[in-house]
């Protein structure tokens, strides 16, 4: 499949930037089209959105809150220390 040459419709109307290939099929007029799209993975917990993968941000302590960050990293911090032997 070629890459699409113009901006498909849903895209125009919310006024999203989207790479086009000169000369590229109209997605608008053709089905045979890959559609360039942006993505974001993000975690859905505690009824707030985290960033995937997990990183230590303002924005992550601001949604989860100081005590189950602090609680989080210790229980993290405590599966390093504490690994069990693996059975054959």
């Given at each position: 499949?070629?890459?699409?040459?113009?901006?498909?419709?849903?895209?125009?109307?919310?006024?999203?930037?989207?790479?086009?290939?000169?000369?590229?099929?109209?997605?608008?007029?053709?089905?045979?089209?890959?559609?360039?799209?942006?993505?974001?993975?993000?975690?859905?917990?505690?009824?707030?959105?985290?960033?995937?993968?997990?990183?230590?941000k303002?924005?992550?302590?601001?949604?989860?809150?100081?005590?189950?960050?602090?609680?989080?990293?210790l229980?993290?911090?405590?599966?390093?220390?504490?690994?069990?032997?693996?059975?054959?």
């Open positions: 499949m070629q890459v699409q040459g113009e901006v498909r419709f849903d895209y125009a109307q919310t006024r999203r930037e989207v790479e086009i290939s000169k000369g590229g099929p109209n997605p608008n007029e053709e089905d045979e089209v890959l559609l360039v799209r942006n993505r974001i993975s993000r975690i859905y917990y505690l009824k707030k959105f985290f960033d995937y993968p997990i990183s230590l303002i924005d992550t302590l601001k949604n989860m809150g100081l005590k189950k960050t602090i609680q989080s990293g229980s993290y911090t405590k599966t390093i220390f504490s690994k069990k032997k693996r059975i054959p």
